[in-house]
Nanobody, 117 residues
Framework: QVQLVESGGGLVQAGGSLRLSCAAS????????MGWYRQAPGKRRELVAI???????NYADSVKGRFTISRDNAENTVYLQMNSLKPEDTAVYYC???????????WGRGTQVTVSS
């Protein structure tokens, strides 16, 4: 059962911007947090940004000041605004949601972000 669907990835030149979206299924009734992770070839999946139900956020040091995570008013969609993109941002970006009740992780299929130099 696919419960998270990402969109917005693509190819962009260095210095450009992309906005990723992740729509959460209504089957996730209570969400503790939603976040974005990324995985580059040969590297482990890493946290990019997370936003919790209380509104607090965390960012990887490498993206601070460039990326912004946000939610829509219904809190069923999370966004990642990525500005000043660098080639090292190239990765598959995965949306993640943590259910409040079980703390189970839900994952999207990922969306490719490629930043050319």
């Amino acid at each position: 059962q696919v419960q998270l669907v990402e969109s917005g990835g693509g190819l962009v030149q260095a210095g450009g911007s992309l906005r990723l979206s992740c729509a959460a299924s209504r089957s996730i009734f209570s969400i503790h947090s939603m976040g974005w992770y990324r995985q580059a070839p040969g590297k482990r999946r890493e946290l990019v940004a997370i936003i919790r139900s209380g509104g607090s956020t965390n960012y990887a040091d490498s993206v601070k000041g460039r990326f912004t995570i946000s939610r829509d008013n219904a809190e069923n969609t999370v966004y990642l605004q990525m500005n000043s993109l660098k080639p090292e941002d190239t990765a598959v970006y995965y949306c993640n949601a943590v259910a409040a009740d079980s703390l189970r992780d839900y994952w999207g299929r990922g969306t490719q972000v490629t930043v050319s130099s």
